[in-house]
């Protein structure tokens, strides 16, 4: 072996201890942190616009509230939702009767006009959007899972209560501690027979966050014990 080699093979050894420790000051402990939610909901009352868009016979414009209490950052009830639908024909019917002569006799006359549910608002995820890359606005994704009744009936007729379950998504985007505005994903499950029939409904709407009869949400929010 050469002394050129020998001289290089020295060096890598003295040189390897130096390596791993540098690493090893480099490798120190990752720390997360996780914000905590910067807007505690309370008392929610809830205003807001919608659409029943998914009937092939009629659109409905919906207008729409609803009261929520908020147990935790996590879980609340909606206690109590309401919508009345005014409905518009869709030009199907008249189709239907111009073209070919026939007028249905099951669907094509029921349509949703009042409906009202209560419940479950799960809320795991929340987090914040950047707009355009030139802000950030507080952002909270929650579900909901509940029961309710609608009148469903003929424009003219007599409409009949029934069953709806109600499935959901929606964003909450928050503009203070008091006012945000939600978009919401409904799809409305109605047992008219054993197999239901469905209705989506889109809305969007203003909600106004109290903390009145709520003092321990109040404390929890300044960081005290209630």
Known sequence: ???????????????????????????????FSIQPRPYKLGHEFQLGLGVLPMDAFYVGAVITASYTYHFTDFWGWEIAGAGYSKN???????????????????GGGDRIQYFGTTSLVIKPFFGKLAIFNDGLVTSETFFVLGLGALEMGPPAGRADPRLVVDLGLGLRLWSSETLSMRVDVRDY?????????????????VAFNFHLWAPEQKARQAGATP
């Open 1 to 31: 072996m050469s002394r050129a080699s020998v001289t290089a093979f020295c060096l890598v050894l003295a040189l390897a201890p130096a390596a791993r420790a540098e690493d090893a000051v480099g490798e120190g402990p990752r720390v």
């Open 88 to 106: 518009f024909n869709t030009s199907l019917r008249g189709d239907l009767h111009k073209d070919y002569g026939v007028v249905p006799v099951q």
């Open 189 to 205: 499950l109605i047992f008219v027979s054993a197999l239901p029939q469905q209705a989506l409904f889109l809305s969007v709407s």
